[in-house]
């Protein structure tokens, strides 16, 4: 059984920044690739940046230069620091692993209960 939770959203300006934190638990953590994905009123949910388990990143290109995944595998942790954020990158933020070591391989349908984003002045 895998479970995710997800923190550190909140309500900030344009052009500030959050830091999200998923702890993952569960044995798969450090060989799956770890995904965050985020969801806005009446949109689909969406990829926005992806880990491999050796540290590779990808990124949306909405979010290229503004976002850094990161990864602990000592603590079952991925992160998501967004800096420079609009209002546009409103939405509520979920992480989820993949069944292999990148994102290339099919994802896990594990899902948290996500942590909200707002951005607005």
């Known amino acids: 059984q895998v479970q995710l939770v997800e923190s550190g959203g909140g309500l900030v300006q344009p052009g500030g920044s959050l830091r999200l934190s998923c702890v993952v638990s569960g044995s798969i953590f450090s060989i799956s690739a770890m995904g965050w994905y985020r969801q806005a009123p009446g949109k689909q949910r969406e990829l926005v940046a992806a880990i491999s388990s050796a540290g590779n990143t990808n990124y949306a290109d909405s979010v290229t230069g503004r976002f850094t995944i990161s990864r602990d595998n000592a603590k079952n942790t991925v992160y998501l620091q967004m800096n420079s954020l609009k209002p546009e990158d409103t939405a509520v933020y979920y992480c989820?692993?993949?069944?292999?070591?990148?994102?290339?391989?099919?994802?896990?349908?594990?899902w948290g209960q996500g942590t909200q984003v707002t951005v607005s002045s």
């Open positions: 989820n692993p993949y069944k292999g070591r990148t994102w290339y391989s099919t994802p896990y349908d594990y």
